[in-house]
């Protein structure tokens, strides 16, 4: 059984303190979800299988979309945990962004993020390519980059931003997405390459 983490998250600027409650119960319900079916399954294993197929499909699809919104939310909390710090213009990781992205990976990221629909975008690191591969996952399993690790995690779901910006304030929930980030987690991430 897997618990939900507590995270130490100081006063975000943009992101309200009732945004980030909602947005952290959520969370527990991808936790408390993942479980219940974790559970449901380990029944139905003892079973005849063909007796529950339907419903044993439907769990198994349902797995996914929970695991990942779990796993990805802690991804997205981890990030603002300690201070927003700048990213390190002398660092590896800014190095490697202005070697592959000239300058403009935040803009290319930014409109990852804008893209129209449910989802994240996530920028994962290629350890084998040596590169960056920048992407958008719709919902939360759909998409994935299989095996390379997630670097950096911005939910654009409606939920994170809906309460503090409106139907249409995604952009500006990702500009306070960005003031608030740690920088220095991310580049721990990066360095682990």
């Given at each position: 059984m897997y618990e939900a983490k507590k995270f130490d998250l100081p006063k975000?600027?943009?992101?309200?303190?009732?945004?980030?409650?909602q947005h952290l119960a959520l969370y527990?319900?991808?936790?408390?979800?993942?479980?219940?079916i974790a559970a449901k399954l380990a029944e139905y294993a003892k079973e005849d299988t063909e007796k529950h197929a339907l419903a044993l499909g439907e769990l198994i699809r349902r797995k996914s979309f929970e695991f990942d919104g779990m796993r990805?939310?802690?991804l997205y909390f981890a990030q603002f945990e300690g201070t927003s710090t700048p990213l390190s213009v002398n660092g590896s990781l800014a190095k490697a962004f202005e070697k592959e992205y000239r300058g403009y990976f935040q803009e290319y990221f930014r409109a990852i993020g804008n893209m129209r629909g449910p989802g994240w975008a996530i920028l994962y690191y290629d350890p084998i390519g040596k590169e960056f591969q920048a992407g958008f996952v719709g919902e939360q399993h759909q998409g994935h980059l299989v095996t390379l690790p997630v670097i950096l995690a911005l939910d654009v779901w409606e939920h994170a931003f809906l309460l503090d910006y409106g139907a249409t304030g995604k952009g500006k929930y990702i500009e306070a997405f960005f003031k608030n980030l740690n920088w220095g987690l991310v580049e721990k991430r990066f360095a682990a390459f």
């Open positions: 975000l600027e943009g992101i309200s303190d009732e945004s980030v409650k527990e319900g991808y936790v408390k979800n993942f479980n219940a990805l939310h802690e």
